[in-house]
């Protein structure tokens, strides 16, 4: 379910019901309840812990976040840490992908920015005893949230500035 994003529901479906049953007719099909009560919070801790320690193993980490609206017109903010590994393998994590009600001032963005940082114990600097560097758009909402947040230091896309000059012309 998780890795094909599939929904809880997908254990009452026939189709999927008759598959099972004819790979395996004693198999009794776990409930929709215990997919998401059970089995995903498990999953979830797992995976969690799992991040948790690669960031804390990390070489040097940074931060990344970005507004985007969806179809449906609902504004995301996600935050994105980036890390280096002592075999020098990059390795990202998707840490919050947040609905956001309010609007996209640099305030609100704080807010959701520093909540990353804080669930995912971000707050002491990376293994190399340097700052956690936040990446962002050249926005300056992105200026103002990153300062609120007390980060450092932060770095502007060199792609979103080549593209802004780019439009210039």
């Given at each position: 379910?998780?890795?094909?994003?599939?929904?809880?529901?997908?254990?009452?479906?026939?189709?999927?019901?008759?598959?099972?049953?004819?790979?395996?007719p004693?198999?009794?099909?776990?409930?929709?309840?215990?997919?998401?009560?059970?089995?995903?919070?498990?999953?979830?801790?797992?995976?969690?812990?799992?991040?948790?320690?690669?960031?804390?193993?990390?070489?040097?980490?940074?931060?990344?976040?970005?507004?985007?609206?969806?179809?449906?017109?609902?504004?995301?903010?996600?935050?994105?840490?980036?890390?280096?590994?002592?075999?020098?393998?990059?390795?990202?994590?998707?840490?919050q992908?947040?609905?956001?009600?309010?609007?996209?001032?640099?305030?609100?963005?704080?807010?959701?920015?520093?909540?990353?940082?804080?669930?995912?114990?971000?707050?002491?600097?990376?293994?190399?005893?340097?700052?956690?560097?936040?990446?962002?758009?050249n926005?300056?909402?992105?200026?103002?949230?990153?300062?609120?947040?007390?980060?450092?230091?932060?770095?502007?896309?060199?792609?979103?500035?080549?593209?802004?000059?780019?439009?210039?012309?």
């Amino acid at each position: 379910m998780a890795k094909d994003l599939r929904p809880f529901s997908v254990v009452d479906n026939g189709g999927f019901r008759r598959l099972v049953n004819t790979l395996e007719p004693k198999y009794a099909i776990p409930s929709r309840p215990y997919f998401s009560r059970t089995v995903l919070p498990a999953l979830y801790k797992e995976t969690k812990a799992k991040v948790t320690q690669s960031l804390k193993e990390a070489e040097g980490i940074s931060i990344t976040t970005d507004g985007w609206t969806s179809r449906a017109t609902q504004s995301y903010i996600t935050v994105t840490a980036h890390v280096m590994t002592s075999e020098w393998e990059m390795r990202s994590f998707v840490l919050q992908a947040r609905p956001l009600f309010t609007s996209h001032t640099g305030l609100n963005i704080a807010e959701v920015l520093k909540s990353a940082v804080l669930e995912w114990e971000l707050n002491m600097t990376s293994n190399n005893n340097q700052g956690i560097a936040v990446v962002t758009d050249n926005a300056r909402n992105m200026d103002v949230a990153v300062r609120e947040a007390g980060r450092s230091p932060h770095i502007k896309y060199f792609a979103h500035t080549l593209n802004l000059a780019s439009k210039r012309v």
